[in-house]
C-alpha cells in the first residue's frame, strides 16, 4: 500500500500563490490515481481535484477551476496541486488520496470514498 506525506502548506494574502506537494512512497506510484480534497473549519471535506494515473487526465471543483492546477510526476513520486489567485474561502486542511487505478484508461474520481490511502494533511490559510 503507498503512504502518502503532504507538505508546502503555509499562510498566505489573498491572492497569492501556494504548491502543495504529496510524495508517495511503499508502492508503484504509478498504478495510483491520486486526487486532493480540503476540509474548511466547520464544513465537510470537499473535492478540490483529481489526476489519472498517467497524468493526462484532470479533473477540478467548479470553486477551483482557472486557480488551481493538479500535476504528477511519476518518477518522483510526487503529485502537486498548484493553487494560485488564493482566497480567504480556500483555507481549509489540504489532503491528498490515492486509489490503485486501471491501466489502459484515464480514470480520474472526484468522491472520497473512492480512495483509500489518505494524507496527514498541510494546512492552508488565505489571510484577507
Known amino acids: 500500500q503507498v503512504q502518502l506525506v503532504e507538505s508546502g502548506g503555509g499562510l498566505v494574502q489573498a491572492g497569492g500563490s501556494l504548491r502543495l506537494s504529496c510524495a508517495a512512497s511503499?508502492?508503484?506510484?504509478?498504478?495510483?490515481?491520486m486526487g486532493w480534497f480540503r476540509q474548511g473549519p466547520g464544513k465537510e471535506r470537499e473535492f478540490v481535484a483529481a489526476i489519472s494515473w498517467s497524468g493526462d487526465s484532470t479533473k477540478y471543483a467548479v470553486s477551483v477551476k482557472g486557480r488551481f492546477t493538479i500535476s504528477r510526476d511519476n518518477a518522483k513520486n510526487t503529485v502537486y496541486l498548484q493553487m494560485n489567485s488564493l482566497k480567504p474561502e480556500d483555507t481549509a486542511a489540504y489532503y491528498c488520496?490515492?486509489?490503485?487505478?486501471?491501466?489502459?484508461?484515464?480514470?480520474?474520481?472526484?468522491?472520497?470514498?473512492?480512495?483509500?490511502?489518505w494524507g496527514q494533511g498541510t494546512q492552508v490559510t488565505v489571510s484577507s
Open positions: 488520496a490515492a486509489r490503485p487505478a486501471p491501466r489502459g484508461a484515464s480514470y480520474y474520481y472526484t468522491n472520497d470514498y473512492n480512495y483509500n490511502r
Open positions: 511503499g508502492d508503484t506510484f504509478s498504478s495510483y490515481a
